[in-house]
């Protein structure tokens, strides 16, 4: 069978290509189409358009960027009509997603939504556009279940990918030591800096990171970086500084962090499954105007991270917009690294929450059950 999948970031990239993977298990005549990553590439088929000329983040550069997304959404358009898949695959990313899916359904091809859009947490009326134009809907959150049968739609709800993604991590991860020997680390703990995978969430995260790391020095910062962020940016924040920047080793450094200060996203989740007590940090373009306007009119949700979500209660403080202060995570920091107490409490709710979400295999689950519906 043929198959379009569209991922818009990095974390789509990852979840696109274990589902690739699976799908080719269970099809050995799978043909692949797509907008993602280098790891979707490396599961063979066709990369149309990368991620990285698509993440856009936070009103302000949306609206920059109107132009670059509306031809994105042409070439996707005209490559739909012209390799005609048995069904598109839409991979979170909502605002973009969308309108192919409508777009796909009056071209008579089947719309999967795999992650389906936070609708929960924000711009509930697109509620409408999934019942209108999306034939099968995945869900990876085990709240989302309830969520959506309240609003008359049925899911498939297959587990979390990420619990694969560790797992499979884990299985051919370096020992400490290698790590360590790998990247030119010394013997102190490592505290993780996981500043986001767009250059704009870096911007706003990475520098107040940095000068909460300079008050710690027994300790050695680590940042995560990401190849699709241009070296420069990191280069030019921590100018000075003794942090470490390790590019496409996200995992390693989490498998051997002690704590870690995390952007809000799906790192909060992975951070969670490696066991490592976090903060949470996020700001989006246009201060404290754009934080009163989401948060009085358009955000439903009590929390921005997944832990705190999943388990329905605050397990990690969040520093979001106008609480993201040098005070408010130095302080923070502080109690991750030196209140035994407080980590072990972290700890058991990190447990409950792996408790919550199931077994691994969810790639396999959610390909499995996409082919028989296909057929």
């Known amino acids: 069978m043929k198959y379009y999948l569209i991922a818009g970031e990095a974390s789509g990239d990852l979840h696109g290509s274990n589902l690739m993977r699976e799908l080719s298990k269970a099809d050995p005549h799978a043909s692949f189409r797509y907008f993602g990553g280098d790891l979707m590439q490396a599961e063979g088929g066709t990369l149309v358009r990368h991620y990285k000329e698509m993440a856009f983040m936070g009103i302000v550069n949306v609206v920059l960027h109107l132009r670059t997304i509306g031809r994105n959404l042409k070439i996707c358009q005209n490559d739909l009509v012209e390799f005609h898949p048995d069904v598109v695959i839409l991979i979170d990313y909502p605002g973009f997603n969308l309108r192919i899916a409508e777009f796909a359904k009056k071209q008579g091809i089947k719309v999967f939504y795999y992650i389906s859009p936070k609708v929960w947490a924000w711009k509930e009326n697109r509620i409408k556009t999934l019942k209108a134009f999306v034939d099968e809907l995945f869900t990876i959150l085990p709240f989302e279940t309830d969520y959506f049968k309240k609003h008359g739609i049925d899911v498939h709800y297959v587990g979390n990918p990420l619990m694969d993604s560790v797992e499979l991590f884990r299985q051919k991860a370096l020992s400490k030591e290698e790590f360590l020997n790998n990247n030119f680390l010394d013997n102190r703990p490592i505290v993780a800096l996981l500043?986001?995978?767009?250059?704009?969430?870096?911007?706003?995260?990475?520098?107040?990171?940095?000068?909460?790391?300079?008050?710690?020095?027994?300790?050695?910062?680590v940042a995560a970086g990401v190849s699709s962020v241009d070296k420069k940016v990191y280069d030019h924040i921590i100018k000075g500084f003794p942090i470490s920047v390790l590019y496409n080793q996200t995992y390693d450094l989490l498998n051997n962090a002690y704590a870690a200060l995390v952007a809000s996203g799906t790192a909060t989740l992975e951070t969670a499954l490696f066991e490592v007590p976090q903060?949470?940090?996020?700001?989006?373009?246009?201060?404290?105007?754009?934080?009163?306007?989401?948060?009085?009119?358009f955000l439903k949700v009590k929390w921005a991270s997944l832990p705190n979500l999943i388990l329905n209660q605050e397990v990690l403080k969040e520093y979001i917009q106008n609480d993201l202060t040098f005070n408010n995570v130095k302080n923070e920091l502080h109690r991750l690294l030196y209140e035994q107490e407080y980590r072990k409490n972290i700890s058991a709710d990190y447990a409950r929450l792996k408790g919550m979400i199931g077994e691994p295999g969810t790639s396999r689950r959610a390909a499995q059950i996409m082919i028989r519906l296909l057929k």
């Open 279 to 297: 903060t949470v940090l996020y700001r989006v373009e246009g201060g404290r105007l754009v934080h009163f306007i989401m948060k009085k009119f």
């Open 195 to 221: 500043s986001g995978s767009r250059k704009q969430e870096i911007k706003h995260t990475l520098p107040l990171m940095k000068k909460a790391a300079a008050c710690y020095p027994e300790y050695q910062f």
